[in-house]
C-alpha cells in the first residue's frame, strides 16, 4: 500500500524526447528497486527498466540505448528519459517499487501510471 505518483506524459512526435517522473517516499524509495514497466493495448504489462538501491540498472532491449533510468535521492524521484522515441513506445508507463522476497519471490507496488503516446 505504498504511494507512486508518476507525472510527465503526454503526446510526443517520433523521434522526440520525454521525461517521466515518479514520486516516492523516502522509506519506499530507500528499501525498493525503483523502475518503470508499460502497457500497450494488446500487450502484456512488460518492464522498461529498473535500478537498484545501488545504482545498478536494468533495461529492455527494445529500449537499450534511448532511454536512461535515474534517480534523485534528495527528492525520492526517479526518472525516465525517453529519448529518439517511436510509435511503438506508445504506452501507459507504471512506476513500480519492487521488492526481492525469499525464493526471489516479488513484491511491487506501483503508481496509477501516466500515458505516452508517440505519434508518426
Known amino acids: 500500500q505504498s504511494q507512486l505518483v508518476e507525472s510527465g506524459g503526454g503526446l510526443v512526435q517520433a523521434g522526440g524526447s520525454l521525461r517521466i517522473s515518479c514520486s516516492a517516499s523516502r522509506t519506499i524509495f530507500s528499501s525498493n528497486a525503483m523502475g518503470w514497466y508499460r502497457q500497450a493495448p494488446g500487450n502484456q504489462r512488460e518492464l522498461v527498466a529498473l535500478i537498484t538501491s545501488s545504482g545498478s540498472t536494468v533495461y529492455a532491449d527494445s529500449v537499450k540505448g534511448r532511454f536512461i533510468i535515474s534517480r534523485d535521492n534528495a527528492k525520492n524521484t526517479v526518472y525516465l528519459q525517453m529519448n529518439s522515441l517511436k510509435p511503438e513506445d506508445t504506452a501507459v508507463y507504471y512506476c513500480?517499487?519492487?521488492?526481492?522476497?525469499?525464493?526471489?519471490?516479488?513484491?511491487?507496488?506501483w503508481g496509477q501510471g501516466t500515458q505516452v503516446t508517440v505519434s508518426s
Open positions: 513500480t517499487a519492487e521488492t526481492t522476497l525469499s525464493f526471489g519471490a516479488k513484491r511491487n507496488s
